[in-house]
């Protein structure tokens, strides 16, 4: 059992845990992954890893509530344990191979949607650590649902936030930050970093070609078993097919196919929708999902 050392919620429908998992800190690296499990009927779920304390001994992981087994973590409190915390997997961040001196010398650009900073966030704190600064854009709907702002602001060369409705920060799309940043501040980036919702990734990654910037993009959003096994992740990589539980989750965001990896995920929000209709009704629930048997 993997104990729940603090629990608490960043904003609607966001909530942050710290659990105890002293192997896993102790190996894990930035754009490394988790599968998480509450009990024994509970569903796999892979959350990328948004900090880690090799001292303490704890993983830090973010997730948004979108579905049953996400609500039914929402309620897991301090003193809760998980019965399976597997990891590290997936492949870290290709900055933590590069040489140092190297990096340092280039202009590395961060992009983030939503809970995308969760993910974001380790890997700048390790180029910090490591003497490389990187810009970072962080995008959400409103204030309220920006989160750790804070710890992305002591790590950030430039903390640049976003808001669709203009609530806070630059107004509008990230997209439209970058472009800013570039066309209008004159700045220059030798790589981007893009993690968050799969249509921001796309759309980022659009831009950055525009502007000629190489990008890397976390392919985590469709992710499902997390092991290799069930195919969800299977993508196109330019003309390699790769699958993001395994061969990822980063991939060069200029070669993937974001419209099939989209249509891809369409396919099991079905089955989410059916499990979260059967967690919301509970004993009243007697079909519809075509799995309870209440509809035959």
């Not at 979108?66 to 309620?75: E, K, P, Q």
């Not at 949607?113 to 995008?139: C, F, M, N, S």
């Not at 969800?232 to 990589?237: E, F, K, P, S």
Request: negative net charge; glycine residues 10%.
């Amino acid at each position: 059992m993997y104990k729940i050392v603090k629990a608490e919620k960043l904003a609607d429908l966001i909530y942050l845990m710290d659990v105890k998992a002293e192997r896993i800190a102790k190996h894990c690296q930035p754009g490394q992954f988790v599968i998480v499990k509450i009990d024994e009927i509970g569903e796999r779920i892979p959350l990328t890893i948004c900090d880690y304390d090799r001292e303490a001994g704890t993983i830090t992981i973010v997730f948004q509530t979108v579905g049953a087994s996400t609500y039914r973590m929402a309620d897991l409190k301090e003193g809760d344990s998980f019965r399976d915390f597997v990891g590290p997997l997936g492949e870290p961040s290709e900055l933590v191979h590069e040489d140092l001196e190297s990096l340092k010398k280039k202009k590395l650009l961060f992009v983030a949607g939503g809970v995308g900073a969760a993910p974001v966030y380790p890997q700048v704190k390790w180029l910090k650590e490591h003497g490389v600064e990187a810009d970072v854009i962080v995008g959400a709907k409103t204030k309220d649902m920006l989160i750790l702002e804070d710890k992305m602001k002591s790590v950030a060369g430039n903390y640049y936030p976003c808001t669709d409705d203009g609530s806070y920060g630059h107004s509008g799309m990230v997209t439209t930050k970058i472009e800013q940043l570039v066309t209008e501040e004159g700045k220059h980036y030798d790589h981007c970093v893009a993690i968050g919702p799969m249509i921001m990734m796309k759309f980022t990654c659009l831009m950055t070609k525009k502007l000629n910037i190489p990008t890397t993009v976390s392919m985590n959003p469709i992710m499902v078993d997390g092991t290799g096994m069930c195919g969800a992740c299977r993508l196109h990589v330019g003309d390699e097919v790769k699958f993001a539980c395994v061969d990822g989750p980063e991939f060069d965001g200029h070669l993937v196919d974001f419209d099939e990896s989209m249509q891809r995920q369409l396919l099991y929000k079905t089955q989410e929708g059916k499990a979260m209709l059967k967690l919301k009704e509970g004993d009243t629930h007697h079909g519809g999902c075509g799995e309870c048997g209440g509809d035959k």
